[in-house]
C-alpha cells in the first residue's frame, strides 16, 4: 500500500490501521494526504484496485477565505498549527499522536486549500473508493464532504469521531 500523510504529519498511517488495508494496489492518504492519495491513483501507470480517503482535506472556500486561512499562517505560523491541531483532536483526548507531528508548511497549506477534487471524475471506475469521515470533523464540512464523495464511492460516517477518526 501506498499511503500519504496529512498536512503537518508525518508516518501517522499506524494510526488508521483499523481502516487501512494492505496490499500492493491500494492508495491510502488522510486529510491532506488523501489529495495526494488521488492524484497518485489517477495519474499512476501502476495499478491500483483500491482508493482510501480518511477524512480528506475537502475544502470549498472562496479565494478571501483561503487568503484568510494563508495569511494566518504568514503571520504566527506555531499559533496556526496549533489551532490546527486542537482541531483536529476533537473530540478525542489530546494524547499519543505528537510523535507523528512534522512541520508544517505554506506551501502543502496553499495546494491543500486550492485543490481540485473534480480530479475524482478522472479516476478509473474500476477503483474501488472508500471515504472515512468523522460526523464531528471540525476541520471540513462534513455535510458538504459527504454529499460529495458519496457519487463515487462508499462513505464512512463516524459518529462520535472528529478529522483524526
Known sequence: MRFYSG???WNEKELFKEYLEEGEFVVAGFSYGAQKALIDAVHTSKRVDKL????????????????????AFRKDKESYCKKFREKLFYPLPKSGVEN???????????????????????LNRKIKVEVF??????????KKAVQFFKRYGDIYLFKELGHLL
Open 52 to 71: 482510501l480517503l480518511l477524512s480528506p482535506a475537502f475544502f470549498n472556500l472562496n479565494s478571501k477565505a483561503v487568503n484568510l486561512q494563508l495569511n
Open 133 to 142: 469521515i468523522g460526523a464531528e470533523d471540525k476541520i471540513i464540512d462534513v
Open 7 to 9: 498536512f503537518g504529519f
Open 100 to 122: 507523528y507531528f512534522d512541520e508544517c508548511f505554506l506551501e502543502d497549506l496553499e495546494e491543500m486549500f486550492n485543490f481540485n477534487w473534480g480530479l475524482m471524475e478522472h
